[in-house]
């Protein structure tokens, strides 16, 4: 196959919601929703021409089917999938309660995912630019975890820049367990993208310029803190940039930083200005909240509206 120039990794879920805000009990029908960190990066990605790669392991039933298929249309190549036979592909129920909150209940301890492992890993996978990877996946178990210590050598040898997302879920670990984990893989990234929650556990209560100062001793060239409605910062070689946040409607805050995630490392593809990555980074993830859905197909045509030329024809 060609070589993607993108490369991530981690685990597909499938995500079932209510069509109303309803607590999940009460509600009497329901929308699906193919998801997981490193998925919905990777779709977003592919939507703004950058051709990536999704590995990861699915079950071969019909949420593993339904995540083949996303992935399929929206033209992610899973040359680097396996599916497991009489194996399950996880799940996560959304409950939308009134207030607007989505709490997830999980079910993914037995799922294809646990068996994510450098063994499983191709001897012949080849990427030409960029590798992205989640904490997530690091929360899921010993083999999932050390997959990405060995996909981080691969990238430093294969000359790839790498990004780092960590993306602590509190449901999946404790902070105690998860916060040394997570700093040592934030250490070996180019690019270390924080939320202010990730920012809270790796640094404690710092003010953001000086999260991101505490980011970048540990290693990386860019550290950036997603904010939410409050925007974003970013830091690289001695300069702090601010950008505010992209208007929104919100609907859904679900998968807004995995968009944000592909829209800053799709500029930086291209070699554009730390300050413009961060303005197409804050948008897509404005566009991402404001349908129902992990990574709705709206992003894109609203991405293009703003002006960052990414060099390549969005016709």
């Avoid at 009489?86 to 999980?106: A, N, Q």
């Avoid at 209560?205 to 540990?218: H, K, N, Y």
């Avoid at 409607?249 to 592909?262: I, R, S, Y």
């Amino acid at each position: 196959m060609r070589s993607p120039e993108v490369v991530t990794a981690g685990e597909a879920l499938l995500a079932v919601v209510p069509s109303e805000p309803l607590p999940f009990e009460d509600a009497s029908s329901f929308l699906t929703f193919v998801g997981g960190a490193e998925v919905n990066f990777a779709i977003c990605l592919s939507q703004l021409g950058v051709d990536v790669a999704w590995h990861g392991h699915l079950g071969d039933d019909p949420a593993g089917r339904k995540v083949l298929r996303a992935l399929t249309d929206a033209e992610v190549s899973t040359a680097l999938v396996r599916s497991w036979p009489d194996e399950r592909t996880g799940l996560y129920l959304r409950d939308w309660r009134p207030d607007g909150v989505r709490r997830p209940s999980y079910y993914r301890a037995r799922s294809a995912a646990r068996h994510l492992h450098p063994r499983h890993w191709p001897a012949d996978a080849t990427a030409t630019r960029w590798l992205h990877l989640t904490g997530i996946t690091a929360a899921l178990g010993d083999g999932p975890r050390a997959l990405l210590e060995h996909l981080l050598e691969w990238a430093r040898a294969s000359g790839l820049r790498i990004s780092f997302d960590p993306n602590y879920r509190p449901a999946l670990w404790s902070a105690a367990e998860a916060a040394p984990v997570l700093r040592a893989l934030a250490a070996q990234a180019d690019v270390v993208l924080l939320s202010e929650e990730d920012a809270e556990l790796l640094f404690g209560d710092l003010a953001p310029e000086a999260t991101l100062e505490a980011a970048l001793g540990l290693g990386p060239g860019i550290a950036v803190l997603k904010r939410g409605a409050r925007g974003a910062l970013a830091a690289a070689d001695g300069v702090v940039h601010h950008v505010a946040p992209a208007p929104a409607q919100a609907v859904d805050p679900v998968g807004a930083g995995d968009a944000f995630d592909a829209g800053l490392v799709a500029a930086l593809l291209e070699r554009r200005p730390l300050e413009e990555a961060l303005r197409l980074g804050a948008l897509l993830g404005a566009r991402a909240t404001e349908q129902a859905g992990e990574h709705p197909p709206a992003v894109v045509p609203s991405a293009r509206a703003v002006e960052i030329d990414l060099g390549r024809s969005q016709a």
